[in-house]
């Protein structure tokens, strides 16, 4: 059963049409048309375009994030008045670092402090002007639903692999709170739309807060410079998919032109959704992971995000550090220190934790007494039930484990479950042997980055630990699996966090590893974290977003779709949706007409479960031929046979079967083979190993023909076909390089024919016939919808500056779809293709019908 779409909240948020300013500026209105891209040479005439070009000189970028980088309090002298100053722990200020100094920076989010109506105005000019800041104020009751209802109750949950089973768990999807979450991103594109030059800025976006903002901004500027960074986990298809509202926000996100990912298996588990449940595919090229998406290409960035060396530093080069540092050294004198940091939430895994320490305790009886970990446990983001549930289970698993293996004087687990200052939690990382980080899920986490950082000291911290600053400095980490930053540690000891034996047992291999085996692995992780920090990080992604809004500027850019539906079409100038009235005009002008037509998915839909021919199609082929002055060709990969009993009625139609190994004239001509093929014995290697994939591939079949053999996977899982495919195509390849085929992937296919058989030699035998019979094209049309149809489009297109075509011939090369493609025009679907056809039709009655009335008085005439 199809679920009740809310696409339509799109519009519920958007209200009456606002005007939008932006400081001594004003903004110019841009209409967004949905419609069909007709016949027009004059690009800028009624192409979707961005307002007129900005006076702004310099790059700037506007930084779009849940909260602003700003800390707030009011005035301790009575006024009330608020003062701000920057965060300097935030990411979205952090980044600034690698942007370069001549790019001026805009921060759009909300506050954490609640502002009044009546001062909301003052603080947005007093934060415009003195931080280049633009709050977004949302009402505390609409804040309260977005923030702690969809997004911390739906989408972090299940983002972290939690379905919600049950109303604990997760919590059940509640429309209320999606249109919430649509509604403040509705907010935060408003005020992004005053301050943007929108042919100018770049715009960045950050995390899962805002997933639909691109498809608000993307309708309003159509050629907007967009980035999108996900910061936290995304899941697999199995998991995602069960999110109701998994369409819109996957739409939502393809209305940006770059989307990043913290590692490698995030981005995949979204292509694979993309794949799934939009029917795209992905492809790579020197190096870029793209999607095609209506024309744009929608680029993915896979790269983790870094820490800020030099604030890191700073703080490390404290006083107040150095104290620190010295009073911990006393406490956990003659004991070894393992240290954990993680917020207080049911994905970081504390417990478990906990219990492989206990574990490590029962087992290495003489490592009591010696062995302490520092669990800081930072108050949690979210609030409710779960959050509770976890303060309890850590605490009463603390108190346990001391009171089993405590004695005077020490304690096994240190749980410090208050805020610390910066330098009091590096001042642990300092002392820590081994640094734990045994979360169940999360997007990235930092602690390892910030720890080995840490453990790099400085020359006053060497003084106080009395290490000599001449030797190499080591560390340890154990980290879990299903985090971000493992992929980029790989000296670090990873685990399985729900396998509490493996992490006992690797909490005692960082123990007891060799001083020179440590120093070794805190060297390499040293050498990545100080390299790849977040300036490297925000510089990486702003080139590649670049790079991906480079072709901006010469799209042709049109909108369509509503509600969250709505995606924009970008089209190389060249490539146009085939106008009928067009097309009409110029077959009527034209004397001798060459027609083209593949049948398989341009005349019938590859979707069609239907085994016979499409009667309309039939019917309008039959009409075609009667026009005297056409030559139609129909080009099908079905058999000869096949075609021969469904076109029986169309006398004059000329047919090529299998792809263009066979072909005949009319009905009452000889079936020709194109290409002289000696033997079939090739069949006999192929055909085994096609049997032994469809046997494995359920959903598949093989196609057997006279000159090819087919492997269709149709109706096969469209991930798992697509897999099977790639090796059949790889295994076919190597076992027939021997004999005379070419080996091909097409839609849902992987075809083994003989070499040199293709499509594009029905093309130039048609060509070629014509000319010798002296009726010199001036009107080709040739439709196709795959990649076999590519060959057709290269040789009508390269027959116009050939002898082939008459000089003033006009050429219509004309795919299904909008996708790369050697065709100058794309229609949508067959059924556009028939209407088009139809049109030809009823402009060849019509001409016959005048040639009639005009011979009509001579007739009479000489009957007087």
């Not at 790269?303 to 150095?322: D, M, S």
């Not at 540092?325 to 994905?347: A, C, K, S, W, Y």
């Amino acid at each position: 059963m199809v679920s009740r779409s809310y696409s339509n909240l799109l519009e519920l948020a958007s209200g009456d049409s606002l005007t939008f300013s932006r400081a001594e500026k004003r903004l110019p209105r841009v209409k967004t048309v949905a419609g069909l891209l007709t016949e027009i040479d004059d690009e800028t005439s009624n192409s979707i375009a961005s307002d007129a070009p900005s006076s702004i000189s310099q790059d700037r970028i506007i930084i779009v994030g849940n909260q602003l980088p700003l800390r707030a309090q009011r005035r301790s002298d009575g006024n009330g008045e608020w003062i701000f100053s920057w965060d300097d722990d935030s990411l979205l200020l952090q980044l600034k670092d690698g942007l370069g100094e001549n790019v001026e920076v805009i921060y759009v989010g909300s506050l954490k402090e609640e502002i009044s109506p009546s001062e909301q105005d003052d603080v947005a000019q007093t934060l415009l002007e003195t931080f280049k800041c633009v709050p977004a104020f949302i009402p505390p009751d609409l804040f309260s639903k977005f923030y702690h209802g969809f997004c911390k109750q739906q989408l972090w949950p299940l983002f972290h692999y939690m379905l919600p089973l049950s109303p604990e768990l997760g919590g059940r999807f509640d429309r209320s709170l999606w249109q919430a979450y649509v509604s403040v991103n509705k907010i935060f594109a408003d005020k992004v739309m005053e301050v943007i030059s929108p042919d100018d800025d770049y715009v960045w976006v950050h995390d899962y807060h805002l997933m639909v903002l691109p498809t608000f901004l993307r309708k309003r500027f159509n050629r907007v410079k967009l980035g999108f960074f996900l910061h936290s986990p995304f899941p697999s298809s199995e998991i995602y998919r069960t999110l109701p509202v998994r369409d819109e926000l996957l739409r939502a996100l393809l209305n940006s032109d770059l989307i990043g990912f913290h590692t490698f298996d995030y981005a995949r588990h979204f292509l694979s959704c993309c794949s799934r449940m939009l029917g795209l595919s992905y492809q790579s090229k020197r190096g870029y992971v793209g999607l095609e998406y209506y024309g744009r290409t929608v680029s993915i960035k896979i790269l983790p995000v870094g820490i800020h060396l030099v604030q890191l530093q700073n703080v490390l080069n404290l006083p107040e550090t150095e104290v620190k540092v010295t009073e911990l050294q006393d406490q956990f004198r003659g004991q070894t220190v393992l240290l954990g940091v993680d917020d207080m939430d049911i994905f970081k895994g504390i417990s478990l934790k906990l219990l492989a320490l206990e574990q490590l305790l029962i087992q290495h009886p003489e490592k009591r007494g010696k062995v302490v970990l520092v669990q800081i446990a930072n108050p949690a983001r979210g609030r409710g039930k779960d959050v509770q549930e976890v303060q309890y289970e850590t605490s009463a698993t603390v108190k346990r484990i001391n009171e089993t293996f405590g004695r005077p004087g020490y304690e096994p687990v240190v749980l410090i479950d208050r805020s610390l200052q910066s330098y009091e939690r590096l001042a642990y990382y300092v002392i820590a042997e081994c640094c734990l980080v045994t979360a169940v899920r999360d997007g990235m986490n930092l602690i390892p980055y910030e720890y080995i950082i840490s453990r790099q000291g400085n020359e006053k911290l060497d003084d106080v630990l009395g290490l000599d600053p001449s030797v190499p400095k080591k560390s340890m980490l154990v980290l879990s699996e299903f985090i971000g930053c493992s992929p980029s540690l790989s000296g670090a000891i990873r685990v399985n966090p729900w396998n509490i034996d493996a992490v006992a047992e690797a909490m005692d291999s960082a123990l007891v590893v060799s001083q020179s085996e440590k120093q070794l692995r805190h060297e390499k992780h040293y050498r990545y974290v100080s390299t790849h920090d977040v300036g490297y990080w925000a510089n990486s992604f702003l080139q590649d977003l670049e790079r991906s809004c480079r072709d901006h500027v010469r799209r042709r850019c049109w909108g369509i779709g509503f509600g969250l539906g709505f995606r924009v079409i970008a089209l190389d100038p060249n490539f146009r949706k085939l106008s009928v009235e067009h097309i009409v005009s110029a077959y009527k002008r034209t004397k001798s007409r060459a027609i083209l037509l593949d049948y398989d998915g341009a005349m019938l839909m590859h979707s069609s479960m239907s085994s016979s021919q499409n009667a309309e199609a039939v019917g309008i082929l039959k009409n075609l031929c009667k026009d005297p002055k056409n030559v139609v060709f129909l080009v099908s990969g079905k058999d000869k046979e096949t075609l021969d009993e469904w076109f029986s009625s169309c006398e004059k139609l000329g047919i090529a079967a299998e792809n263009g190994y066979f072909v005949r004239s009319s009905r009452n001509a000889e079936w020709e083979t194109c290409v002289a093929v000696p033997d079939f014995d090739w069949k006999q290697i192929a055909e085994p190993v096609m049997q032994l994939y469809s046997e494995t591939t359920d959903g598949s079949y093989i196609e057997t023909k006279e000159s090819a053999l087919v492997w269709n996977y149709q109706y096969a899982d469209r991930d798992f076909g697509s897999c099977q495919a790639k090796e059949l195509l790889d295994h076919l390849e190597s076992v027939l390089a021997n004999e005379p085929v070419s080996v091909k992937s097409g839609l849902h296919t992987v075809e083994v024919k003989p070499q040199g058989v293709n499509k594009g030699l029905v093309a130039e035998r048609l060509l070629a016939t014509m000319k010798e019979k002296r009726m010199l094209p001036d009107f080709v049309l040739c439709i196709g919808d795959d990649r076999s149809d590519e060959d057709m489009f290269e040789v009508i297109i390269s027959a116009m500056a050939s002898p082939l075509l008459s000089p003033v011939a006009e050429v219509f090369a004309c795919t299904v779809g909008q996708k790369p493609s050697k065709a100058k025009y794309y229609l949508d679907d067959t059924s556009e293709i028939l209407r088009m056809l139809q049109g030809l039709v009823t402009a060849s009655g019509q001409a016959a019908k005048n040639a009639a009335s005009q011979t009509s008085p001579r007739i009479a005439l000489d009957k007087e």
